[in-house]
């Protein structure tokens, strides 16, 4: 059983910073990429960022680059979530999620996500 558990959402101002973390618990995550998504009310599902097995390769959303960073540690099983200068704009639930497979992680198809965590930003 996968399971996926986000932290370190919270209110901020505009401008300010967070960070996220997904813990990954109940298999081996050698060779599993792992990404946040984000969904505001009303709006759809939104990819945000995903980082490869090895942590090597990072992609980004155009509303993210510059502002977020992906990172994560293979011995905690964790990805982290970066974001700065955020704005109104942010105000989202995160989600992670995690695959074998990189389009799946991309295009939000994996069977593997966790709860979320509410970021609310402030102007």
């Known amino acids: 059983q996968v399971q996926l558990v986000e932290s370190g959402g919270g209110l901020v101002q505009a401008g300010g910073s967070l960070r996220l973390s997904c813990a990954a618990s109940?298999?081996?995550?050698?060779?599993?990429?792992m990404g946040w998504f984000r969904q505001a009310p009303g709006k759809e599902r939104e990819f945000v960022a995903v980082?490869?097995?090895?942590?090597?390769?990072?992609y980004y959303s155009d509303s993210v680059k510059g502002r977020f960073t992906i990172s994560r540690d293979n011995v905690k099983n964790t990805v982290y979530l970066q974001m700065n200068s955020l704005k109104p704009e942010d105000t989202a639930v995160y989600h992670c999620?995690?695959?074998?497979?990189?389009?799946?992680?991309?295009?939000?198809?994996?069977?593997?996500w966790g709860q979320g965590t509410q970021v609310t930003v402030s102007s």
């Open positions: 109940g298999r081996t995550f050698s060779g599993y990429h």
């Open positions: 999620t995690t695959d074998r497979a990189w389009a799946k992680v991309v295009g939000g198809t994996s069977d593997y």
């Open positions: 980082v490869n097995w090895s942590g090597g390769t990072t």
